[in-house]
C-alpha cells in the first residue's frame, strides 16, 4: 500500500518536473512566437482557478458560478496591496499574493456561511448573484477605479517569472489533491455523495462546506492577483459569469472531480482559442461546437463501450497473471 | 401628488419589464420543473424568435399574424431539435454535463446569429401596434399593456394545460419519476419534446413582445433578460408556474424602484441582494415546494 | 491493477498537455512562416514594382458585444490601404512600399488584447493600429512602449491610452468631450438645468459625465439629475421617469448609438419633449432608431460627418458603401485617418524605422475625414476642431 502511493508520489513529481522543463526548453530555446509566451502564465492562472473551482463542484459536489467574483476580490486586493508598497518587485507580488489570497478566503467565509442552507440549483444561481454583486459593488466603489478599472499594476507575472508563477501553481495542485486525500477530503467527498448518510455518521456538513469554500475562494484569489500583475489593469466588468462558466467548463471538461483533467482542460481550453485565431469569426463557434461534442461523447455509449472493453481486456490479463 | 404620482409610474416601469421577466421565466420554469434542467439556452431562443420575426416581417413582407405564426413554429421546432441533438443523450448524466451542454448551446446559437446577421444592431420597428393609454398624467404605453395580458393568459393556459388535459398529466408524472412514467404506458420522450416545444414558443411569444418593446436586434439580446428571467424564475420558486409569474413581477418592480427611489449604481447588487435574502429565508423561492429529504 | 490506470491516464494527461503545448506552439510556427510567406509573396510582387510591403497590425473587437466597433474600424482601415495601394503605395525615400494590414481580435477585454498584439507582432507587425476600446488599449500600451512600436489608436479615448510616447491617438479625449459639451449647453444654448444619462460601466461614458458635470457647474449650470445604466440594458424608463420629475432643460447622453437608440424611443413613449445633447458615440444613431422623429433637434459632438459634401468624405462613404453595404460611422473614419496618418509619418521619416515614424508623428499634418489640418502633440493628443451634428429633419446635419 505504501509503496504504491511513493510510487504515485515520485511519478507526480517527475510529472511536475518534466512540465516544467518543457515549458522552461520552449520559452528559452526560442521555440515559441510571442503570442505562444503571452499565454504561458494565463495557462497557469486558468489552472489554478480550474483547480480551486474542482474542489467546490468535483469533490464537494456544489455547483458554484461565482468563482469570478472570488477571483475578483483577489486581484483588486493584491493589486491595491501591491500599487501601495514599494518595494523590490517579487517581495511587492508575493506580499500581493498572500493579501488576495486572505481577503478572498474571508470573503468566501462571509459568503459562504449563509449560502450553506442551499443546495444544487439554488445555490447555483445564489453564488450568481453574489458574483455579480461583488462586480456592481467594485464598480461603485471609487478606490477601486470603478469603471476606468484600476491601472499601473506593475505587470511582475510575466512569463519570465515563468518558475514563480509555476510554484504556485503546483502549491494549489499540491494543497488541493493532498487535501482531497486526506481524511477531510474524505469528509468532503462524503458530503457530495450523500450528506445525509454524512451527517448521520458524525461529519460536521456545514464545517466541511465551509472549509472547502475558503480554500477554493484563497486560491481563486491567488490567482486573481496573479492575472492583476498579468494583465497590468483590472475591470469590473472581466469578472462577469461568462468568466466563472469560462473557469466550470474548465472542470467539467477534466471530468468533474479529476483535478490532472482540470489541469489539462484549463491549460487546452486557455490555448485553443489562440489557436483558432486565425478563424476569426468562426473561432467562438467552433468553441461552442467542441463543447457540446464532448459532453456529449464523455455521456456517450460509444464511451462507455470503450470503457467496458478496457476493463474487460485487464480483467483478462488480470487472470493471466492469476494463472 | 406628484411623488404618488411618480411612485404610480415607477411602478409601472415595474410592471413593464418585470411582466417581460415572467414571461421568460414561464418558459423556464416549465423546461426546469418536467425536464429538470436549467435550460441556459433559453434566453437565446427568445433572441432566435426575434430574428426570425424581423426575417418574416421585413425581410419577406408578410402579413403579421402569419410572422406571429411562423415565427412560433421556427421556435418550437428548434426547441425540439435542440433537445433532441444536445439534451436527450445526456438524460442519465449528471445535471451539470446538462448544465454546460446548455451553455455550449447558447454561445452557439448567439455565434450563429453573428455570423448570419452580424454584430452591428438592426433596427426594427414594431409589428404590433396599439396605441398608448393616459391615465391621469400618467402614460402607459400600448405594447405594455399586451405584454402584461399575454403572460396572464399564457399562465392561466400553462396551468390549465398542466393540471387538466391528458398531456399535462403525461408531463407531471414525468416530472415525479421517469421511470414509472414510462411503465404506465407514457411516451417520455415525447413528453419531454412537447415540454421544450411549448418552452420554446413560450420563448418566441417572449421575443415578439420584446422586440416590440424594444425595437432593436442584435445577437446577444437574449442573454440579460435571460438571465433576469431566471432569477425571476428561481426567486418565485422555480417549476411553479404562477411563482414564475410572480417572481417576474416582484423583481422588475423592485428593480425599478431600486433605480428610482435608492440608486441606480447598486440596482443590479439589490436584485441580487433580494434574490440571496428570500432564498435564505425560504430556500425553495416564494411559491414553490419544499420536498422532503429521503435517506 | 488500480496502479495501471493511474500511470495510465497519467501518461495520458502528459501526453495531452505536451500535445497542447506543441500544438499551440506549432500553431504559432504556421502563423509566423504564414506570415513569412506573405511577406515573402509581398516581396516577390512587390520588387518586380520595386517596393516592400508595410505591415500594420490592427488590434479591437471583431466578436463580443464590441464587435461592431471593430469591424467598423476594420472595414475603414481596409478601405484607406486599398485606396493608397491602388495610388501606387506609399515613397519612402527611394523605395515604394505597399501597406497590408493583420487584424487580430481582442474581444474588448484587456487579457486578450495582450495576446492579439503578440500575435500581430509574431506576423511581423511594423506599426499598430488599436486598440479600439480604452481598456484594451491601456493593457497593451506599456508593451508597445517596451517595443518602442508606433501606436495609433482610432478610438482608444481614456488619457492614459496615449500616456507613453509612442502613442498616439485620432479621437478626441475623454474629458475633452465633456468640457467641450458644457461649454455648448451652458453658454451657446444657455441651459442651466441638465439631467444626465450615462453607462457606468462604461469607461468612456463615466469620464465624459465627470469632466461634463464638473464644468457644467462651474459655468453656473445646475445638474439636476445623474442616472446610471449598465452594459446590455434595454429599459431606461426609470430613469427617465426621475428625469421627467425634475425641471431638467434638456438630457444629455454620453453613451454610444445604440443606448441612445432606447433612452429616445423610450423618452418619446413617455410622452418627453426635452432636446437631448450626445457624445460622439451618436455617429450612426440614425441607422438605428426606426422613427427619426425620436431624436429630432438633438446635439451631439462629430470629428465625422457621413453627410459632408466634401470630396474625401463624400468619396470614402461611396467606398465604403459599396465594399461593405453601409454607411460609415466614426469608427471607420477614425481607422481610415489612421492608415494616412501611417502614411504621412513613413514619407515624413524617410524610413520605417519605429524610432524614425515615432519622431515623426509631432511633425506632420493630416489632412482627414475627422478633421483638416490635424497635427499630433508630444504627448499624442491630435489637434483638430470638433464638429456639432443636429439632426435636422431625419438627417445629419452641421450646426453652427
Redo the contacts between chains.
Sequence with gaps: MNKKINKSVIINIIMAIVAYGIVMALIYGGFLGRQAMSIIIPCCINVMLAVSLCLLVGFLGELTLGHAGFMSIGAYAGALTTNALNLPPMVELLIGLLVGGIVAAVFSLIIGLPVLRLKGDYLAIVTLGFGEIIKSVINFLGFTGGAKGLSGIGTYSNYKNFTFVYIFVLLTILVISNLVRSRHGRAICAVRDNYIAAEAVGIKVSKFKTMAFVISGFFAGMAGVFYAHNVGILKPGNFDYNKSIEILVMVVLGGMGNIKGAIVAAVILTALPEVLRSAADFRMLLYAIVLIAMMLFNNSKFRTVMIEKRNLKKAMSIQKEGE | MSLINNLVEQLINGLRTGSIYALIALGYTMVYGIAKMINFAHGDIIMVGAYALYVFAALLGLPVPVCILLTIIVCAVLGITVERIAYKPLRNAPSLAVLITAIGVSYFLQNVALIIFKATPIPFGSVIKVPSIKIGGIHISGITIVTLIVTVIAMAILTWFINKTRAGSAMRAVSEDKGAAALMGINVNKTISMTFAIGSALAAVAGILFICQYESLSPTLGALPGIKAFVAAVLGGIGSIPGAMLGGIVLGIIESLSKAYISTQLADAIVFGVLVVVLLVKPSGLLGKMKAEKV | ?K?????M??AL??S???A??T???G???K??TKAAETKAAGETTAASADGDVFLIGGIGP??G?A??YG?SVKQGAEIAIKEINAAGGVTVGDKTYTLDMVF??DEA???KA??AY??V??QGAQAILGCVTS?AC??IT?LTAADGILQITPSGS?M?CTKNDNAFRICFTDPAQGVTMADLAAETLGYKKVAVIY?????Y???IREAFEKEFAAKGGEIVAS?????????F???L??I??TDAEAIFIPAYY?DA??IT?QAQ???MELPFLGSDGWDGVL?????PATIEGAIFLSPFFAADPSENVAAFVADYNEAYG?TPDQFAADAYDVVYTIKAAMEQAGSVESADLIAAMTEITVDGLTGDGITWTAEGEPNKGSKFIQIVDGAYTLYE
Design positions: 491493477m496502479k495501471m490506470t493511474k500511470v491516464s497519467m494527461a502528459a495531452l498537455v505536451v497542447s503545448l500544438a499551440c506552439g500553431g504559432e510556427k502563423a509566423e471583431v466578436t458585444s464587435a461592431s469591424n487580430a481580435d477585454t484587456e487579457d495582450i495576446q503578440n500575435s507582432m509574431d481598456g491601456i493593457a506599456d481614456a492614459d453607462n457606468q460601466s462604461d469607461e461614458s463615466t469620464g442616472e446610471a445604466f449598465s452594459n446590455g440594458d434595454v429599459d424608463n426609470t430613469q421617469t426621475t421627467k420629475g445604440q437608440t432606447y424611443k413613449d413617455m410622452g441607422g438605428t432608431v426606426t422613427d453601409a
